[in-house]
């Protein structure tokens, strides 16, 4: 059984999907993050401010469904240049502090609105 869990407080989806789908009653999948604003702007030109968009975006959807970063135990960062993989990542562990899940990140050819990242995220429930 499944369950789609959205959220008024990030952006809507730009495609044929839902913020998240919680499945197996113990886990949340959170589709891919863009640095997209409620508006549907897309936030900063540099990589630091995207991912903090993003990471308050992923933020917004765990809160909805009552989680928090410690839920979270995998991520997949994908990123238009490695070279930003070191700026990316201090603002990643900021927000994940301790909690530090799973993760692989890959640089891809094109992201969706030609952002410089994306982040998907699989949570847990307590």
Known sequence: MK????????????????HSVKASGNFLYI?????????????GDEIKAQTKMVLQNIDAILKEANLTADNVVKTTVLLKDMKDFLSMNEVYAEYFG??????????????????LVEIESIAVFD
């Open 31 to 43: 589709s891919g993050q863009i640095p997209m604003n409620l508006q549907g702007e897309i936030v």
């Open 98 to 115: 301790t909690s530090k899940p799973a993760r692989a990140a890959y640089q891809v050819v094109e992201l969706p609105k030609n952002v």
């Open 3 to 18: 369950e789609i869990i959205n959220s008024n407080n990030a952006p809507a989806p730009i495609g044929p999907y839902s």
